[in-house]
């Protein structure tokens, strides 16, 4: 019966880059990860939900997108991946877009981060990005909590073998 075999998809084992995101212990909730899978099995990204205790939903999405992940690719207004997977995650169907981009420095150690502060229609969002040095590109989307400088001292790089399958 071979109609009833199983066919998986290309599924990635895990990223080829380490993830900059809040160490597990950091968070007072529950972290999960997502991996983006490409269709040769590459992982075109990866994203960190962090929920809140009790049962109060996603809080926080930090995205680790490469260098030619489609998720990167948007059209004119529209709001990152990680903006509409925390919209997703909230059951929040309204429509939403980017109304306006603001470049800001930011000190992360000893590195220069230009962080894009991007404005949503949706105004319980806020949303931050940037570039890493290896191109990754970075983003944080936050529900109904600012994203203030003091975050970014928190993330630090996560082994990529952290989130390898099996």
């Not at 009833?4 to 999960?32: H, I, K, N, Q, Y």
Request: aromatic content about 6%; overall charge negative; charged content about 20%.
């Amino acid at each position: 019966m071979s109609f009833l075999r199983r066919r998986s998809a290309a599924t990635p084992t895990g990223p080829d880059f380490d993830v900059l995101a809040m160490e597990p212990g950091d968070w007072p909730g529950d972290l999960g990860a997502g991996l983006l899978p490409g269709p040769d099995g590459s992982c075109q990204g990866i994203y960190l939900r962090y929920d809140l205790f009790g049962g109060r939903g996603p809080a926080m999405l930090i995205g680790n997108l490469p260098p030619g992940s489609p998720a990167r690719e948007l059209a004119d207004g529209q709001v990152p991946f990680e903006v509409a997977q925390l919209l997703a995650a909230l059951g929040n169907d309204e429509p939403a877009e980017v109304t306006s981009v603001e470049d800001t420095p930011v000190m992360h150690g000893d590195s220069l981060l230009i962080v894009r502060r991007i404005k949503i229609s949706e105004s319980r969002i806020a949303c931050a990005q940037f570039d890493r040095s290896d191109g990754v590109q970075v983003t944080i989307a936050t529900w109904d909590r600012p994203i203030t400088d003091d975050l970014y001292q928190l993330l630090k790089p996560l082994p990529a073998k952290m989130f390898q399958a099996g």
